[in-house]
Nanobody
Framework: QVQLVESGGGLVQSGGSLTLSCAAS????????MGWYRQAPGKQRELVAA???????NYADSVKGRFTTSRDNAKNTVYLQMNSLKPEDTAVYYC???????????WGKGTLVTVSS
């Protein structure tokens, strides 16, 4: 059974930084695309950043230049470095990964990021 476990969320002031981590564990043969989504109260879940196994990245326009995603394939871990945080970045952040030969989609349980003004 595959698990994705996020860590690193918390409360930060506007302009501050946080780093999220997400580690995949369990019966893993290979991890393909990994990424971060977020869901703010009353809003739909949206893509924040994604990274391929080869390191190609994609970002939402709202976070370009402020957030950076990276991964350690040996540790099956993906990171999200968030700088210059804004109150509108407040949301539950979810890790997403496609794992195994059929690239089955998996989700973490989420970690809350709160940015105070």
């Amino acid at each position: 059974q595959v698990q994705l476990v996020e860590s690193g969320g918390g409360l930060v002031q506007s302009g501050g930084s946080l780093t999220l981590s997400c580690a995949a564990s369990g019966s893993i043969f290979s991890v393909y695309d990994m990424g971060w989504y977020r869901q703010a109260p009353g809003k739909q879940r949206e893509l924040v950043a994604a990274i391929t196994r080869g390191g190609r990245t994609n970002y939402a326009d709202s976070v370009k230049g402020r957030f950076t995603t990276s991964r350690d394939n040996a540790k099956n871990t993906v990171y999200l470095q968030m700088n210059s945080l804004k109150p509108e970045d407040t949301a539950v952040y979810y890790c997403n990964a496609r794992i195994g030969p059929i690239r089955e989609e998996h989700w973490g349980k989420g970690t809350l990021v709160t940015v105070s003004s």
